[in-house]
């Protein structure tokens, strides 16, 4: 450590303005800027204007141990006078404001050099870390910078990412709050990984970053703690990992969260079925369950609630507040309507009750909910001789009934083979595009895929070396296939990959491909074989795009061309109403179902990507989002 980096407040401050040798100053370590590369251009420029016009602004500079001046502000003019004083030999004296105390002068350095020009956000984060690798306290620090000692803490973190990640930032290939997510790891290989796919193109958020991040650890503000309470962990001893620049935390004892979890569910839901007169009461960890997942497979029953009957009053008093649109209600009047609508629906008896139970689970805000009204398959018999379900010849003829009616539905879709053909697609690239980022995924439907289970991968994969490119028939600019499913690559690469034909030998190839070593490999097989993805089952299809984050809109974007002309007038008058939940007699309304079918294409397709449009009809957050999500329900 130099004996400037020693200097504190305590000692004498010397600072004013005093008469420097030129020779007798230097551009000091302390300049946030002194590892810059010169501009030659701009310095001869400026080094005219001083020959003209002399030093207008001081330089600032810190007294060294030998007497003398590290100029920390300044560096920029200090070049053009080494270039000023051969015309003007007056110069060789100039006017310096200096101090001998080091973080006097820093403090001058920070802010000249932030009102002069934003200083780039990289080489800050590298000043800040540098002065602590100086050896100055985080106090000191603070003091000499003028900053809070935690925005000093967070400098510091951002200094610690590895370089490629800083490097990066300089670059513009990540925004400063992406590089805040990857301070949350201190793991450099799986910083490394993260930071490799966001720059090769996949466009990760800063929560995304952190996801990747954080694979395998609990957001402290999840199902499960909002389910037992902050308190209740950590008087059990739990802890959290937090970071320094935002609210965000991690579970740091997931296993002490676990047992609390089960403690109280198990508790809970005992309690619920004594509340509501039960036989018995399940349990299941998932975060949404749906009566139709619980009985589609014959594991329970559902019992139908026995409709309850109103009076005449207040049947009178139902039809008066359903007469009209629900938003002319005030709140009395809603929940007078509710409960009205209750008694309607009706509840289960005592003798449904007896016989029946509920799957208990906790939802995503951390709330115990149930499904109720359930039989198990044991207890069908009885609940069918007891009259409160129908007997299989009744459910055989219903369903025949129901698949006639579908069939009848089918042979009169509103959408023409050609759009859904294109809609499956594009909805298959979506899902193969979020299969790139889940490697371990991949390898687990590849394995699915050569299981008995499947059926040897009939309805998995398709397995082979001729892939064909999955995309619409017709040329659609809104439509971008990722370069690893069989997208468009840059002619250079294309150029590489024909000499390297030319010049074909397997063995070298093979040789050469084995050195790019196992994350090259890994990324071959990923890129292959999530391009090999070809199933259409829809249950299958739901529980891969819950696992990889498949989303339709990350490879396409409706537009006139490509979606909205290929509907009708009046699927566009319903898309209108239901984005920006209008009402039938709404005067925009009105006026957009008067409109001609090319006139309400290239509305809606304003509405989809025009700022302007989207103001006009006074979109609110809530519908701007449902617009961003919106795809087509052919399906």
């Known amino acids: 450590m130099s004996k400037q980096d020693t200097m504190i407040a305590e000692t004498a401050i010397s600072t004013g303005t005093q008469r420097f040798p030129l020779a007798d100053t230097y551009v000091s370590e302390h300049n946030p800027r002194a590892n810059e590369e010169i501009d030659q251009d701009s310095i001869q420029q400026l080094a005219e204007t001083i020959i003209t016009s002399g030093l207008i602004q001081n330089l600032c500079g810190l007294i060294d141990e030998d007497g003398k001046v590290g100029i920390v502000a300044g560096r920029r003019r200090w070049h053009a006078l080494q270039i000023a004083v051969k015309v003007r030999p007056d110069l060789a004296m100039i006017d310096v404001q200096v101090t001998d105390d080091l973080m ?66 300089k670059a513009g290939h990540i925004s400063i709050s992406d590089a805040k997510a990857f301070t949350i790891c201190d793991d450099e290989a799986k910083i490394l990984g993260v930071l490799e796919q966001c720059i090769e193109g996949y466009g990760w958020s800063a929560y995304q970053i952190k996801q990747a991040l954080n694979d395998d650890k609990l957001d402290a503000d999840c199902r499960s703690m909002r389910f037992v309470g902050l308190k209740a962990y950590t008087d059990a001893g739990g802890t959290l990992d937090t970071n320094l620049f935002d609210d965000d935390a991690t579970v740091a004892d997931p296993t002490i969260l676990d047992d609390l979890v089960e403690t109280k569910l198990t508790e809970d839901a005992e309690a619920f079925r004594k509340e509501h007169d039960l036989a018995w009461v399940e349990v299941v960890h998932d975060s949404h369950v749906m009566r139709h997942d619980l009985t589609r497979d014959g594991t329970y029953c559902s019992l139908t609630k026995i409709p309850g009957v109103l009076t005449d009053e207040q049947q009178a008093r139902f039809e008066e507040l359903d ?102 697609a594009i909805r298959l690239a979506a899902f193969q595009t979020a299969l790139l ?93 999530a391009r ?48 920006l939940d209008r009402e039938a007699d709404d005067t925009q309304f009105l006026a957009f179902k008067k409109l001609k079918k090319r006139q309400k294409d290239e509305t809606m397709h304003g509405l989809f990507h025009s700022a302007d449009v989207q103001e006009a009809y006074k979109v609110t957050p809530a519908q701007k989002a449902r617009i961003d999500a919106w795809v087509p329900e052919c399906f």
């Open 104 to 169: 006097t002068a820093r403090s001058w350095a920070l802010h000249e050099n932030e009102q002069r020009e934003q200083m780039d956000i990289v080489d800050k984060i590298r000043a800040y870390a540098g002065s602590q690798e100086r050896g100055l306290s985080v106090s000191q620090i603070a003091a000499a910078y003028c900053v809070t000692e935690q925005d000093v803490y967070r400098f510091v973190a951002l200094g610690a990412l590895p370089a490629p990640v800083l490097d990066a930032l």
């Open 323 to 424: 007469d009209g649109p629900w938003w002319q209600l005030d709140e009395d009047e809603r929940e007078e309507k509710d409960a009205l609508k209750d008694i309607l629906e009706g509840d289960y008896s005592t003798e449904q009750r007896a016989m029946s139970g509920a799957v208990v689970y906790i939802t995503r805000s951390g709330d115990l909910s149930a499904v109720i009204g359930l039989v198990k398959a044991e207890d069908r018999a009885k609940a069918v001789e007891a009259g409160f379900l129908k007997s299989d010849e009744v459910l055989a003829a219903e369903k025949a009934a129901e698949e006639a009616a579908m069939v009848q539905e089918a042979a009169k879709s509103p959408y023409a083979n050609s759009f859904m053909e294109d809609m499956a």
């Open 437 to 529: 980022r889940k490697p371990e995924m991949v390898l687990d439907l590849l394995a699915f895929g050569l299981s008995r289970g499947s059926h040897w991968g009939t309805e998995t994969m398709a397995v082979r070396f001729d892939f064909q490119r999955n995309k619409p028939q017709g040329e659609d600019d809104a439509f971008t296939l990722h370069r690893d499913l069989g997208g468009e690559r840059p002619d250079d690469e294309i150029e590489l990959d024909e000499d390297d034909a030319e010049d074909a030998n397997t063995a070298e190839a093979f040789h050469a491909f084995v050195e790019g070593g196992k994350k090259s490999r890994n990324a071959h097989i990923t890129g292959w074989f």
């Open 532 to 579: 090999a993805f070809k199933t259409q089952d829809a249950e299958f299809m739901a529980l891969i795009a819950d696992r990889a984050g498949a989303d339709m809109r990350e490879v396409w974007t409706p537009t006139a061309a490509n979606c909205f002309k290929r509907h009708k007038g009046w699927q566009l008058d319903d898309l209108f109403m239901g984005l």
